[in-house]
């Protein structure tokens, strides 16, 4: 059975920094483009970043650009992202998806329904 299974999540001061992981099991994880969501309170589920399979392309959404890093080790079938200068706003649960992008248009990358292995989150929490 395939899994997501995410770690390093937790409460962090605003300035601070956490690296979030992904660790994907029963998958051929070098064939999967990898994406970072969050879900904050009271808001719908928002990319952060993605990575496509081969580490080769990678986006950010506008607001984490900068900020955080995604990067992969596709040998220990593992994604990371990298938070740094955290801000309250950041708080929210993270989610890594992965599924087989045809291709890394906006269009495709957005898309959930292109992910089809989802992990079950975790949170962080920015306050001081």
């Known amino acids: 059975q395939v899994q997501l299974v995410e770690s390093g999540g937790g409460l962090v001061q605003p300035g601070g920094s956490l690296r979030l992981s992904c660790a994907a099991s029963?998958?051929?994880?070098?064939?999967?483009?990898v994406a970072w969501f969050r879900q904050a309170p009271g808001k719908e589920r928002s990319l952060v970043a993605v990575?496509?399979?081969?580490?080769?392309?990678?986006f950010y959404a506008d607001s984490e650009r900068g900020r955080f890093t995604i990067s992969r080790d596709n040998a220990r079938d593992t994604a990371y992202l990298q938070m740094n200068s955290l801000k309250p706003e950041d708080t929210a649960v993270y989610y890594c998806?992965?599924?087989?992008?045809?291709?890394?248009?906006?269009?495709?990358?957005?898309?959930?329904?292109?992910?089809?292995?989802w992990g079950q989150g975790t949170q962080v929490t920015v306050s001081s």
């Open positions: 998806a992965a599924g087989r992008l045809p291709d890394f248009t906006m269009e495709t990358i957005y898309n959930q329904f292109r992910y089809t292995y």
């Open positions: 029963d998958i051929t994880f070098s064939r999967y483009g």
């Open positions: 990575i496509s399979w081969s580490g080769g392309n990678i």
